[in-house]
């Protein structure tokens, strides 16, 4: 046998020896990375390496939080891929991209520390910097549930949302496109405890503290009844029928934002004279207002209550509209009823004036100090000139 042979021999044996030993240390590896994360810790059962693709999977993966309560781990993902994106790569570009498959994230809130689960003691992007060593410029998340327990806590109400897929792009803006918003996402999802569905489209630049938006969010066919704990609760009211549309728009531009919640019910019915449960006085009459209420505020041909309710202000302090919120209650039921659509009136630039308006506010306060600085020490010198006029022989 040649010498060149017997080489390639060699290489071609520590190739497959390699191969079959580099999951054993990238299982370690991952399962080390996990095992310290503060109040969570995780791990991960198997590892799959998919050498040609530049990828790898990581199976069953569980993140807890350490001495916590809930028995629901905070992240459970059967199946993750985590790979380099080639077509960035053809683009001069080294990124890469996730996948995730049927995850499960559960959220708990509640005073008592060991009962919350929320995740926020843990600065997830340096957790997945340390599993997939490049940025990451796509996420996927592909038939997912999302649960939040008492996500109201008096009276309890959880929210659960199911078959939720989604998707971000561009993350790391390598597709230069025109505009400031360069990341598309999206994500849908059903409520089915609450009997509707979610959707949600948005674009987004994600390369700041605070990201900029321009976000377009829907329920649709929520039914009332399902909210009648909570309506109990703070209204002193049941809902005997009817189905609940919520669509809003909103944009941000370094932390100022615009945009308004429109929702629209259907159908709605409170107040039943023969109910069946037992109903306080207080209740019964507070029912039968509501309902006259209604009868007067809806709009007769579509038989529906609807107002749209303007946002504007910071992130810090979001300031509601509350005449605009009145007059549109007013409009729908004898001007012209609500569409359950979008309005499609909110744009990036309304956030980027608002916060052009801003700045010209504080440029127009630090003119004002100035000018009262400057008429103060204009005052001093005039006084010392006359303190020094009055010391003289």
Do not use: H
């Amino acid at each position: 046998m040649k010498r060149t042979t017997k080489i390639l021999l060699a290489l071609l044996v520590l190739l497959i020896v390699g191969r079959l030993l580099l999951p054993y240390f990238v299982l370690r590896y991952v399962n080390k990375v996990l095992a310290d994360m503060g109040s969570y810790t995780g791990r991960i059962e198997d590892v799959n390496i998919a050498l040609l693709r530049g990828a790898y999977q990581i199976e069953n993966l569980r993140i807890r939080k350490i001495n916590g309560k809930v028995k629901e781990p905070f992240l459970y993902i059967p199946k993750a891929d985590l790979s380099i994106e080639w077509k960035s790569l053809f683009k001069g570009e080294l990124v890469g991209e996730v996948e995730a498959y049927e995850p499960e994230l559960n959220f708990a809130f509640s005073n008592n520390e060991s009962e919350r689960q929320t995740g926020e003691e843990v600065d997830w992007t340096v957790l997945v910097k340390d599993l997939l060593p490049i940025q990451i410029n796509r996420f996927a998340v592909i038939n997912g549930r999302i649960d939040l327990a008492s996500l109201i806590t008096k009276p309890r109400a959880d929210l659960s949302m199911q078959r939720f897929n989604g998707e971000i792009r561009n993350i790391r803006n390598v597709e230069e496109v025109s505009g400031k918003l360069p990341s598309p996402v999206w994500a849908t999802g059903d409520i089915p405890g609450y009997g509707g569905t979610m959707r949600f489209d948005a674009n987004m630049y994600l390369l700041k503290p605070m990201p900029d938006f321009n976000y377009d969010l829907r329920f649709t066919n929520i039914e009332m009844t399902k909210l009648n704990e909570m309506a109990r609760a703070y209204a002193n009211i049941d809902f005997e029928r009817g189905r609940l549309n919520v669509f809003s728009e909103m944009a941000m531009n370094d932390g100022k934002l615009n945009g308004y919640v429109k929702p629209l019910t259907k159908e709605m019915k409170i107040f039943k004279l023969n109910e069946n449960e037992n109903r306080s006085v207080g209740r019964f009459f507070t029912e039968l207002l509501a309902q006259g209420g209604t009868a007067l505020l809806k709009n007769q041909k579509l038989d529906q209550v609807a107002t749209r309710i303007p946002l504007s202000g910071t992130v810090e302090e979001v300031k509601v509209g509350l005449w605009p919120t009145i007059f549109g209650v007013l409009r729908n039921a004898y001007i012209q009823a609500f569409k359950g659509e979008f309005d499609n009136d909110i744009t990036f630039k309304d956030a980027l004036s608002n916060f052009r308006e801003d700045l010209k506010e504080k440029r127009a306060e630090r003119k004002a100090e100035r000018r009262e600085k400057r008429e103060k020490r204009k005052e001093e010198r005039q006084q010392r000139r006359e303190q020094r006029r009055e010391g003289r022989p």
